[in-house]
């Protein structure tokens, strides 16, 4: 088969802005088998296969593309499975500009090939036909306990359930999923595809103890009291920062962590039907510039609020959401302030009324290698706005390394690790996601999540299972 050499990627059918500033729909449909085909024949099938360096799970890109292009869906998802236990959530939320489509030899002269969409398409055909196989397992009666049931957690427990392990997963909410429930909204990523991937995911027999926090209803160490030989903490990053200016107090102003929970796992968007309204001014602010700043500015907009902007202290190209995202809410209306800064929130009667902001300019790099804001003197300014939401990021919640001793951490919170095995300082605790790497992707913390399942599984072979025999 020849293959197709146009230079652009099948465009995607989405909601048009207009449709979608009304819904909470997903805004991109998803490819038909026949676009799938025709995208998936823009793959050269390169024998050095440059973008599977470029996943942190090792998708074996090129095979199942090419099972895609000759129509094999099934075959096409038993190839993406092996490697990746979530790919519907992937192929939606994967960075892939930054991880294996920029490694495409396609986006040398043109658009790399839609990695994310084939993977996104062949995950939904197969959830539809209900096409999953559950792989026979041997069981081998070691216990091994994971904290939090993110994509970090979900992942290395089952990758540690096909090896045979007596995996639990305890997680801190009602639900699943982590940020995918909670922060990442239904119209980027539908909560009942997320709950119906991760049972398909956990179907190996992983259990799942809800409601339990570790650190409060038990510690670690209590944990292998009762019998867990090994431990994996994926607790992610999800205490969220504030500015630590006047006024923060004031109603009106959100972290952005709990207005897109409110909005999200409690679906405040459908209040009187659910349970928890969310209150949304007219004129809205979101202080940051991240992916979770334009989920929350979109959401704003999506609940009623008539104008949104994206306040940030850098300019557009220091900008850290996905280039997506940002396309995405500047279609949908949302106005980006960039070079500003709130230096306090104003208020009347205890209600937000506005910010003082200050204007910036850009400075020497700073460590992160982006360069500096640096306040431009006599700049500032009000601007009025009844609704402020704070998405500047998290860190990790300190009550695990509070109750857990033996378990070096970062000045700022997060949880040391070997890089190699994702190793703790504490014997037979691993840990990974957020909470080692601060905010970061979904991807990373699954590839970490499946790393520390081998070396989990490594360490306890040599431990446990040989005095088996
Ligand atoms: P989490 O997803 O935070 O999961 C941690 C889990 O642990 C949670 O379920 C929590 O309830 C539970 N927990 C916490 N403490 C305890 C405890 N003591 N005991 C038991 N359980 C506990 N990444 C992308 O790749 N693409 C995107 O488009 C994207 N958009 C994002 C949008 C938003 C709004 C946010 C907030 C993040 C976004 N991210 C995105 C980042 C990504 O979601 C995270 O990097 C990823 O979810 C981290 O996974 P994790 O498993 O480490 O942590
Ligand atoms: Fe790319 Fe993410 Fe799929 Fe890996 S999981 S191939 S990084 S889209
Ligand atoms: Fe296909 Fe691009 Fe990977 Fe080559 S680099 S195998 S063209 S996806």
Redesign the pocket.
């Known amino acids: 088969m020849a293959p197709n050499m146009n230079p652009k990627k099948v465009p995607i059918p989405e909601q048009k802005p207009e449709e979608r500033i009304k819904n909470f729909n997903e805004v991109a449909l998803g490819y038909t088998p026949e676009q799938a085909k025709e995208e998936a024949m823009r793959c050269l099938q390169c024998k050095a296969r440059p973008c599977v360096a470029g996943c942190p799970v090792n998708v074996k890109i090129p095979e199942f593309i090419k099972q895609v292009a000759e129509g094999n869906f099934d075959e096409a998802y038993r190839i993406l499975v092996s490697e990746n236990c979530l790919p519907a959530i992937c192929g939606r939320?994967?960075?892939q500009e930054t991880q294996c489509e920029i490694l495409c030899v396609r986006g040398k002269k043109g658009e790399p090939v839609g990695i994310g969409r084939l993977e996104r398409f062949v995950a939904d055909v197969a959830m539809e036909k209900g096409s999953q196989e559950i792989p026979e397992i041997k069981k081998n009666g070691v216990r091994v306990a994971i904290?939090?049931?993110?994509?970090?957690?979900l992942t290395c427990a089952g990758e540690l359930a096909r090896l045979g392990y007596d995996v639990t997963i305890?997680?801190?909410?009602h639900a699943?999923?982590?940020?995918?429930m909670y922060?990442?909204p239904e119209f980027?990523l539908p909560k009942k595809l997320v709950e119906k991937e991760i049972a398909v995911a956990l179907k190996l027999g992983v259990k799942i103890e809800k409601n339990?926090?570790?650190?409060?209803s038990i510690t670690v160490d209590e944990l292998f009291q009762e019998g867990f030989r090994a431990i994996f903490i994926?607790?992610?990053?999800?205490l969220p920062s504030f500015m630590k200016i006047e006024g923060e107090n004031l109603n009106g102003v959100y972290s952005?962590?709990e207005f897109?929970t409110r909005t999200n796992l409690m679906k405040a968007y459908d209040f009187p039907k659910s349970p928890t309204p969310i209150k949304i001014g007219k004129r809205v602010a979101v202080i940051g510039g991240g992916?979770?700043a334009m989920?929350a500015a979109r959401t704003a907009k999506r609940l009623g609020a008539e104008e949104v902007y994206i306040v940030y202290r850098r300019s557009e190209t220091e900008l850290p959401a996905?280039a997506e995202?940002v396309h995405h809410a500047k279609e949908e209306g949302i106005i980006f302030k960039l070079l500003r800064n709130p230096v306090k929130i104003l208020g009347k009667d205890g209600w937000v009324v506005g910010m003082e902001c200050v204007e910036m300019e850009l400075g020497e790099p700073d460590e992160s290698g982006r360069r500096r804001p640096v306040v431009k003197k006599g700049s500032n300014f009000n601007f009025p706005v009844d609704t402020v939401i704070v998405a500047i990021g998290g860190t990790p919640?300190p009550?695990?390394r509070q109750t857990t001793p033996g378990l070096q951490v970062q000045k700022w919170g997060g949880i040391i690790v070997d890089e190699a095995t994702m190793k703790t300082s504490k014997e037979n605790v691993y840990a990974?996601?957020?909470?080692v790497t601060g905010?970061?992707?979904?991807?990373?913390?699954m590839g970490a999540g499946k790393k520390a399942a081998h070396a989990i599984h490594e360490a306890l072979q040599e431990k446990e299972l040989s005095s088996l025999v």
Do not use: Q, S, W
């Not at 904290?147 to 957690?153: F, H, K, Q």
């Not at 305890?170 to 909410?173: I, N, Q, R, S, V």
């Not at 339990?212 to 409060?216: A, D, F």
């Not at 990974?432 to 909470?435: Q, R």
């Open positions: 939320v994967c960075p904290a939090g049931g993110g994509p970090a957690g305890f997680e801190a909410l699943l999923g982590g940020v995918l922060g990442i980027r339990v926090i570790i650190g409060k994926g607790c992610g990053a999800g952005a962590n897109l992916n979770v989920d996905r995202e919640n009550l695990i990974g996601g957020d909470i905010a970061a992707t979904v991807i990373l913390a």
